[in-house]
């Protein structure tokens, strides 16, 4: 299996085009060792044809269009991107169907709770049904050991992970916790056996999670905030990231520590705010999460498995 990682940062890209904290700042002046990065999202294929989208983010169209293994090679027009599997209905997540009007209609496979959100509070599947098909919801359930797969796209095993976070500030489900309302997944290559955990938005570990984390060949997991309270501390929210459904980087129960208890070959954190300090290449914080044997995803990056 091939993994791509379109863009690595959390809602609003790095730099954030209204912000000037220390990072932002500094990467527009070149005063800190750092990348520009994107927002969140991957794709994966089993043969670098066919490919899934995982999580439609705002920036899709520059990363497509610096993604040479996503770009058409026959036809007037086309793609190699067959379908989109949504882990929850953020608009950070789910943007991106917009951007992808020209080349409808396109499966999207979500649970039924994330195409209730994606109907009525931010009704884009009905939006985008005036276009060549619109977008075709797939319906998923919650079930871990209920698998599906992908149309087009052979070779590939899905399985849903309900995940402890939180839905959208416009869904009826915020606050609100119900299964569906944010899965991960483990995407599983049904040739090698081996496979991807990916969970970009978790409030906390459980039973299920250690679970799959324990014999991932790649595990790709929320890296948002440095600290809990990262984003009062700097005054740009009066939320915990706890409250907005995140687990800090660092601490007992962050996610480097949960990685740690397991030998997963690949161990990266993805979905990074703009805040996190782990951004900054030259930080204590950065060396902290590479001594300890985690990766700081970066746009562009591709992990073979």
């Known amino acids: 299996m091939q993994i791509l990682i ?3 940062a959390a809602g609003g890209g790095f730099p954030q085009w ?3 904290c220390d990072n932002c ?3 527009r002046s070149g005063r800190i060792k750092t990348q520009a990065r994107t927002q969140s999202s991957i794709a994966v294929s089993p043969d670098g044809e ?11 169209r520059q990363q497509i269009n610096q993604s040479p293994q996503l770009w058409p090679d026959e036809g007037q027009r086309g793609t190699k991107i067959r379908a989109a599997v949504l882990s929850d209905s953020q608009i950070d997540h789910t943007t991106g169907l917009l951007t992808l009007r020209e080349g409808l209609p396109l499966p999207v496979y979500c649970t039924d709770v994330v195409h209730e959100d994606l109907s009525g509070a931010y009704p884009l599947f009905n939006l985008l049904s005036h276009w060549h098909g619109g977008l075709t919801h797939r319906a998923i359930g919650t079930d871990p050991q209920t698998p599906f797969t992908v149309e087009q796209v052979s070779g590939l ?3 849903p992970v309900p995940l402890e976070s939180n839905a959208p500030p416009y869904s009826p489900y915020r606050d609100d916790i119900v299964p569906g ?3 991960g997944l483990k995407i599983l290559d049904s040739n090698t056996g081996k496979y991807l955990f990916y969970a970009p938005g978790i409030v906390k570990s459980n039973s299920l999670v250690e ?3 324990a014999d991932a060949e790649c595990a790709l997991i929320d890296g948002t905030l440095w600290l809990d309270d990262e984003m009062i501390a700097k005054g740009f929210s009066n939320k915990l990231g706890s409250d907005m459904g995140h687990m800090p980087v660092n601490g007992e129960f962050g996610t480097v520590a949960l990685l740690k208890k397991f030998d997963i070959k690949h161990k990266i954190l993805i979905h990074i705010n703009n ?4 951004l900054n290449e030259e930080s204590a914080e950065h060396s902290y999460v590479i001594n300890n044997g985690v990766e700081i995803a970066t746009d562009g990056m591709e992990i073979f498995i």
Do not use: K, Q, R
């Not at 490919?51 to 705002?58: E, T």
């Open 181 to 183: 309302n944010n899965i």
């Open 50 to 60: 066919n490919w899934v989208l995982i999580n439609a983010s705002p920036d899709i």
């Open 18 to 20: 209204n912000c000037h």
């Open 211 to 213: 679970t799959m984390l």
């Open 6 to 8: 379109l863009g690595s």
């Open 25 to 27: 700042e500094g990467v």
């Open 275 to 278: 805040t996190n300090p782990i």
């Open 157 to 159: 095993v899905f399985y």
